[in-house]
Structure formats: structure tokens, C-alpha cells
């Protein structure tokens, strides 16, 4: 049976700088990180706000998790609109690169009257490693 006059658990938050319950807070699930709800929370919405679809990492830069947070468990800081928002601004940022490709494709099918050979050289050894 648990002593009613014991000391909750309290966890060190690296965004607020303060001391938690452990109830208030959360643990991101690619790294462990545990910080304040609240702050994740204030965090995560401004990613989606401001990163424009960019996957949302760890808060803390000592972090070695090279993961991102899911789509849900960003819907789990974030209002149902702005998690629709960042799947639809993630959805926008990968069709970006594909037109960009295709782009490139058409500008030298026309510039080269249709030969593909140099291009495909081109894209086999760009760092993008298209």
C-alpha cells in the first residue's frame, strides 16, 4: 500500500527547465525523450506551423534519436486541424521533389530533342541519388 505522504515522482523537463510530475508528463516513443506534456504540446504545434511539413525530431539537440515523432503521435499534441495540416503540408513537401524531377526530365528532353541517356547519367550520380 502506497504512503499518502510520500513525494510524487518528478521529472527534469529540458524545455521549461522545471521540475514535473510524472503524470504531467510525456515520453516520445523513437527516443525515450520525457519532457512536460505541455511543452511538447507547445512544441510539436509549432513545428507543424513553421516547419512546413518537415518531419518533427526530438526537442533536445543532445538527442541521439535520428527518428522523427509518427504522424500520430504528433496527433496526439496537436489539434485533429493541425495534425491534418502537417500530414497534408508532409504530403505537399514530398510531391515538391517529384515535380522538381520532373522538371528537370522535361527541360532536358527538350533542350537534347529527346535523348535520355546523358540525363539518366546525371540522375544516377547526383547526391541526391535520385
Not at 515520453?27 to 516547419?51: I, K, M, N, P
Not at 504530403?91 to 530533342?113: A, D, K, P, Y
Request: glycine letters at 10%; a negative charge; hydrophobic letters at 40%.
Amino acid at each position: 500500500m502506497a504512503d499518502s505522504t510520500s513525494t510524487p515522482l518528478t521529472v527534469f523537463c529540458k524545455l521549461c527547465l522545471s521540475h514535473n510530475e510524472e503524470r504531467d508528463t510525456s515520453a516520445l516513443h523513437a527516443c525515450g525523450c520525457v519532457f512536460c506534456t505541455q511543452c511538447l504540446q507547445h512544441y510539436v504545434s509549432l513545428a507543424v506551423r513553421e516547419g512546413g511539413g518537415a518531419l518533427i525530431t526530438c526537442p533536445d539537440l543532445a538527442c541521439r534519436g535520428a527518428e522523427g515523432l509518427s504522424d500520430s503521435e504528433v496527433a496526439c499534441f496537436v489539434s485533429e486541424g493541425q495534425a491534418e495540416l502537417y500530414k497534408r503540408l508532409k504530403f505537399e513537401r514530398g510531391t515538391v521533389w517529384w515535380l522538381m524531377l520532373v522538371q528537370v526530365i522535361v527541360g532536358h528532353l527538350r533542350s537534347t530533342g529527346g535523348h535520355l541517356g546523358a540525363l539518366m547519367m546525371i540522375i544516377m550520380n547526383s547526391p541526391q541519388g535520385w
